[in-house]
């Protein structure tokens, strides 16, 4: 006599299909899954269980169905991961349609300029700047007592 126990660790053995059980077990197994609604349950997981893994076997026989696979959840991942990452740009931005045009451009320029070459762009501005400035008037004047003072501070003279 079968019961639900038994049913479960043979079915979770032997899957969906009955020919794979043991043949002295087969003939019990047909009349219980016929009088138990739990036993139909438990097959037609099995029979779900059974297709998958005979997908997956297929796959693995077929290089270009694995290479189509793997791209496809390669895609899909990197689709979440943009998603995730709009996400957080949207939420640090507040969306704002600003901030969204300033992220297109520096996207843009991400895509399409090397950065050694900014790089060295910036400290070119940047050099040049300094010389502006070093040779621009200062707009302020130092008294004598200070610029006595700084002079004997920097000759290491003290205050």
């Not at 036993?39 to 037609?44: E, G, K, N």
């Not at 269980?49 to 997908?55: F, Q, T, W």
């Not at 507040?94 to 996207?107: C, E, F, M, P």
Request: aromatic share 6%; hydrophobic share 45%.
């Amino acid at each position: 006599m079968m019961d639900i126990q038994r049913f479960t660790s043979l079915a979770g053995t032997y899957g969906a299909a009955f020919e794979r059980w043991p043949e002295e077990e087969r003939l019990a197994a047909r009349a219980f899954v016929e009088h138990s609604a739990e036993a139909q349950r438990l097959i037609a997981d099995e029979r779900l269980l059974d297709e998958v893994i005979e997908r997956g076997l297929r796959l693995r026989t077929n290089d270009q169905a694995v290479s189509e696979a793997a791209g496809r959840v390669a895609l899909g991942v990197m689709n979440t991961i943009r998603a995730n990452e709009a996400g957080k740009r949207a939420r640090h931005t507040g969306g704002s349609r600003l901030w969204q045009r300033l992220d297109v451009v520096r996207s843009f320029v991400a895509r399409h300029i090397e950065w050694r070459y900014a790089t060295l762009g910036l400290c070119m501005v940047s050099g040049l700047g300094g010389i502006w400035l070093g040779l621009e008037r200062p707009d302020h004047v130092i008294d004598g007592v200070t610029m006595a003072m700084l002079n004997a501070a920097l000759s290491g003279g003290g205050l």
